[in-house]
């Protein structure tokens, strides 16, 4: 009966590694094939992306006289901006002076003394004897000419803008 009972549990302990182990094998090896297209994967990744940099970096390099004169055209536009805001300050600072000295001799705003120019009524005459000891000549201020700026060289434009 010992002999028997020993029989059965050398039975019932005996594994079959092979079999056992077959399945953790082809699991392992399905990874390794899987880490093996995933490392080729990134090495081609890396390489198109060097491919990649190196091919914008030339093209870059190539095209940096077009980036230059886009940045020349780019600093001219923005002389201009400021030639014109420089130009409309003072266009408005007169514009102000005129009011304010049509204000004081007339009583009526310049716009005012405009419209009269539109109506069918007869036109007064606004700078009577009193206004013309009180009123200033004009003189006009240099104002940028869009012909002298767009037509010539862009060192031209920034010379004329200072």
Same mark, same amino acid.
């Given at each position: 009966m010992v002999p028997e009972l020993a029989d059965d549990y050398a039975a019932f302990l005996k594994v079959d590694l092979t079999k056992e182990l077959s399945s953790a094998t082809e699991s392992v090896e399905d990874m390794l094939t899987r880490l093996e297209e995933f %490392?080729?994967?990134?090495?081609?990744?890396?390489? $198109?992306?060097? %491919?990649?940099?190196? /091919?914008? /970096? /030339?093209?870059? *390099?190539? !095209? +940096? $006289?077009? *980036? +230059?004169?886009?940045? $020349?055209?780019?600093?001219g536009l923005e002389c201009l901006? /400021?030639?014109? +805001?420089? $130009?409309?300050? +003072?266009?408005?600072s007169l514009l102000n002076t005129a009011e304010t000295e049509a204000n004081a001799s007339d009583g009526a705003p310049l716009l005012k003394a405009l419209g009269s120019l539109f109506t069918k009524k007869p036109v007064v005459d606004?700078?009577?004897?009193? !206004?013309?000891? %009180?009123s200033s000549t004009f003189t006009s201020p240099d104002i940028f000419s869009a012909d002298r700026v767009f037509t010539s060289s862009p060192e031209n434009s920034s010379a004329q803008s200072e």
């Open positions: %490392q080729s994967l990134i090495h081609m990744v890396e390489a $198109d992306g060097f %491919q990649a940099v190196n /091919t914008l /970096t /030339t093209e870059i *390099l190539g !095209r +940096k $006289d077009e *980036l +230059k004169q886009l940045g $020349d055209r780019i600093d901006v /400021t030639r014109v +805001k420089g $130009d409309m300050d +003072k266009l408005e606004i700078a009577g004897p009193s !206004r013309v000891g %009180q």
